[in-house]
């Protein structure tokens, strides 16, 4: 096998903020497996706190792949458990290359990758489309473009928060789930947000402190009525016994988790522990996303809208209409285009 990488970048239509930060352009490392004629495609999203913090960073990453390789794609738990080793902090990187293997098998055996994993495309929940922090009057416009999705996720955890969730229920009837980011200081503050948004029919609040407190998140359940869900909080499995009666369910998300074998691993063991799970993402493109919803039929809720607020997605992939999943029936991902535009270099 044959392992290369290039840089895309793509930008939202809209400055996306949330109560940590404000994407204006998103870099990413699309890299490729080839073997025996058949390329596997995967995507690594690089941010701030993993990876190194930039795209450049998983060519480093790359250089020590390649001897992991070998000859054989169907040895994928050999090769993640080698890269674990020694790449233990480069999640996005493994990521991606958890996906490309994926699809280079999909593709050897001619299967989409839902068929790998043993999962009708018929199971698939409807996903949420995301509203980031902005005015009034901005988020209202952006709560327009949204119409025709049932459900809505609407950044929170800054001041004013409550006023921006009320004027969103009182122009939508969509589903609304609340996404904090850690933004409320304390379990104090949090408790008293959550009650008050209480009236606004909202379905769940997704980490609504700083990870790294699980007693706060636990006391915010018990005070609470909203269903409470954990994001920064639960990277891999390894982080889930712990938050066993501190939260309702937890958002995966391939990058975080370092990639689909991982994410199926925490779906489980969420299940098992009493737990919902929601499949999310980062600021990427179809191209993860796609394999991302290609495990989507395991769970409660989807939040793999990303792709939609890009102006300049270089893939064409996953499909959402009215909020409906729509997995590709082709082999590996079902997806093999990439535009010239989204090009700014390769290695």
């Known amino acids: 096998m044959r392992i290369s990488a290039e840089i895309i970048t793509v930008h939202p239509r809209h400055p996306f903020a949330t109560s940590q930060d404000r994407t204006v352009e998103s870099q990413s490392a699309v890299i490729r497996i080839e073997h ?5 495609v995967g995507e690594a999203k690089v941010s701030a706190d993993a990876c190194g913090g930039s795209a450049e960073s998983v060519f480093d990453h790359l250089a020590g792949v390649q001897g992991m390789l070998g000859e054989d794609p169907f040895r994928i738990e050999q090769i993640l458990g080698d890269l674990r080793r020694d790449l233990p902090d480069a999640c996005c990187t493994r990521a991606g290359i958890d996906i490309a293997l994926h699809d280079l098998c999909g593709k050897l055996l001619g299967v989409p990758l839902y068929r790998l994993f043993g999962l009708s495309p018929d199971s698939a929940p409807r996903t949420s489309y995301t509203i980031g922090i902005d005015t009034i009057h901005r988020m209202l416009a952006k709560l327009q473009q949204a119409q ?7 950044k929170v955890g800054v001041p004013g928060d409550v006023e921006l969730v009320k004027a969103a229920r009182d122009r939508t009837q969509a589903v609304l789930r609340l996404d904090a980011n850690g933004g409320w200081k304390n379990a104090a503050e949090a408790i008293e947000r959550i009650n008050q948004l209480e009236a606004y029919d909202i379905e769940l609040v997704e980490q609504p402190i700083p990870p790294g407190n699980h007693d706060g998140l636990r006391e915010i359940r018990e005070r609470t009525r909203i269903p409470i869900y954990a994001d920064e909080d639960a990277r891999t499995s390894a982080d889930l016994p712990a938050l066993a009666g501190c939260v309702d369910g937890i958002n995966v998300k391939l990058m975080e988790c370092g990639g689909l074998r991982e994410a199926v691993r925490m779906i489980h063991v969420a299940h098992g522990l009493g737990m919902q799970v929601m499949l999310g993402c980062m600021v990427e493109t179809s191209l993860s996303l796609t394999a991302a ?3 989507s ?3 409660e809720q989807a939040d793999l809208d990303s792709h939609l607020l890009l102006r300049d997605d270089p893939f064409d992939g996953l499909k959402v209409r009215e909020g409906r999943i729509i997995l590709p029936s082709g082999a590996g991902r079902g997806q093999d285009h990439l535009a010239q535009r989204g090009r700014v270099g390769s290695a």
């Open 297 to 299: 039929p395991l769970v």
């Open 36 to 40: 025996e004629g058949a390329v596997g």
């Open 293 to 295: 919803a290609h495990l």
């Open 148 to 154: 025709g999705y049932p459900i809505l996720k609407l």
